[in-house]
């Protein structure tokens, strides 16, 4: 078995893990999660974790990057597609990015989570927003986008926390429709 490979065994293995690690982190921080309580939970011996990753940190690393990768590829193939006006299309894709994630996103944005990885996100999202409202609406100034821009992200953020706390009984299409109409009516302020 080839560890680095991405045979269903694998994928398997470390869904397992992924899981586990979400269910601990919503006990207790990252610095007191041990491969053994990983191990344990998902009733792998430690040497399979080993296999995978370095340690606790060099986990959750690995899959921080991954997400933030998929969701970077979503949002520019959507942005460079979509010349509409309208973030819906981005946005629609986005929630059902972070619907499919939803256990690793509840705890990375709980108690015990990493605002490194909010932060990054952040970050990303800001790169992307800036060069949609600079290339849709043809913004030179972006004199006002910073506070456009935090106040759009800590909106997001709140949303997507009472989304999660919520079972995400919307659809991501309906909460992009409500986001768009949010963002839409505020980008007016921008002017």
Do not use: H, Q
Request: aromatic residues 12%; charged residues 30%; contains cysteine.
């Amino acid at each position: 078995m080839n560890p680095k490979g991405g045979n269903r065994s694998v994928r398997k293995t470390k869904d397992k893990l992924r899981y586990a690690l979400t269910e601990l982190l919503k006990e207790k921080p990252v610095k007191s999660i041990t491969v053994r309580e990983i191990a344990d939970l998902v009733d792998i011996n430690r040497g399979t974790f080993y296999l995978y990753y370095k340690d606790i940190y060099d986990m959750v690393e690995k899959i921080e990057n991954e997400m933030l990768e998929e969701f970077n590829e979503i949002v520019e193939l959507r942005v460079e597609n979509s010349k509409s006006g309208s973030p819906n299309p981005i946005l629609a894709d986005v929630f059902t990015f972070l619907a499919d994630n939803a256990d690793m996103c509840i705890a990375l944005l709980g108690p015990n989570g990493d605002l490194a990885f909010v932060n990054k996100l952040k970050e990303l999202v800001r790169e992307r927003c800036l060069y949609y409202w600079t290339e849709i609406y043809n913004a030179n100034s972006t004199k006002y986008f910073d506070y456009f821009y935090s106040f759009f992200t800590s909106g997001c953020v709140g949303m997507l926390e009472e989304w999660l706390k919520n079972d995400m009984k919307e659809s991501p299409e309906d909460l992009a429709k409500i986001l768009d109409l949010m963002i839409m009516n505020g980008v007016k302020a921008l002017g």
